[in-house]
């Protein structure tokens, strides 16, 4: 299992601010951090859980050039989770496969 700290986790449309993503295989938990977990990795970004059969390269690459937008934390998860879900690139269900996607 891998745990992830992150400034903002979004999955399906919501955005978790300062939260702990918690993967095992496409097992995923998404909480509010609370306190120091031993083995958690910290990551100064953000987290976006995708669809691996939707997201391409070139929808990455557009990510990659929203995260290089200057914007405060909260605009900059607005701006991810309307492309995210303009382009239907969300997970629509637990056994879709995702594809974590790590933007600073």
Same mark, same amino acid.
Not at 10 to 20: F, K, P, Q, W
Not at 61 to 85: C, G, H, K, V, W
């Given at each position: 299992?891998?745990?992830?700290? =992150?400034? =903002? ?10 939260? *702990? *993503? ?36 070139? &929808?990455? &690459? ?43």
């Amino acid at each position: 299992m891998k745990r992830y700290l =992150a400034h =903002a986790v979004l999955d399906r449309g919501v955005i978790h601010y300062t939260a *702990l *993503l918690s993967v095992d295989g496409n097992e995923m938990s998404i909480e509010p951090f609370e306190r120091e977990t031993s083995s958690t990795e910290f990551f100064p970004g953000i987290i976006i859980i995708a669809s691996s059969e939707a997201v391409t390269s070139a &929808d990455k &690459d557009e990510l990659a050039a929203i995260a290089s937008t200057p914007a405060t934390l909260r605009q900059r998860s607005a701006l991810f989770n309307d492309y995210m879900t303009s382009h239907n690139l969300y997970r629509k269900s637990d056994t879709e496969s995702p594809e974590i996607i790590f933007l600073k």
